[in-house]
């Protein structure tokens, strides 16, 4: 039986070999929108539902927003960049931040790149106005 999520967590040894295993999950699965998804075909799904969940919250466009596990920035392409001003998209697998650099490059200076680990990522409190994270939790 695994040892309960608290003494793994409490573990360095164990928790830098969960950050490293998924890491390295990652860095084998190609930078599409089924390579990610993991096969799933639900991105437009997806991003339809994803659209009617967050617009009732929203009271004004948002200024800025955070892609939290962006991926290929199939989310910020297909759904923030149209509800915020600007993006910030996250991700640690640097395949996955080019690909999404080159399927962004319409977006120009409305989409920053932080190729980062979210684990490392530590944001200016009130930065931003809506953060997403979903399929990284």
Not at 76 to 85: D, N, P, R
Not at 114 to 132: H, T, V
Request: aromatic residues 10%; proline residues 6%; negative net charge.
């Amino acid at each position: 039986m695994p040892p309960p999520v608290t003494e793994m967590w409490a573990d360095e040894t164990r928790l830098k070999e969960w950050y490293e295993g998924g890491a390295a999950y990652w860095a084998t699965t190609e930078p599409t929108n089924d390579g990610v998804l993991g096969g799933f075909r639900v991105h437009e799904a997806d991003i339809r539902d994803s659209r009617a969940f967050i617009s009732p919250l929203l009271s004004s466009k948002p200024k800025r927003g955070l892609d939290v596990g962006a991926g290929i920035g199939r989310v910020t392409g297909g759904l923030l960049i149209e509800l915020c001003e600007h993006v910030d998209l996250l991700e640690e697998c640097v395949p996955f931040v080019e690909q999404a650099r080159v399927q962004l490059a319409h977006a120009g200076d409305r989409v920053n790149f932080l190729c980062m680990k979210m684990q490392d990522f530590a944001p200016e409190a009130g930065l931003y106005d809506l953060i997403w994270i979903q399929w990284c939790l």
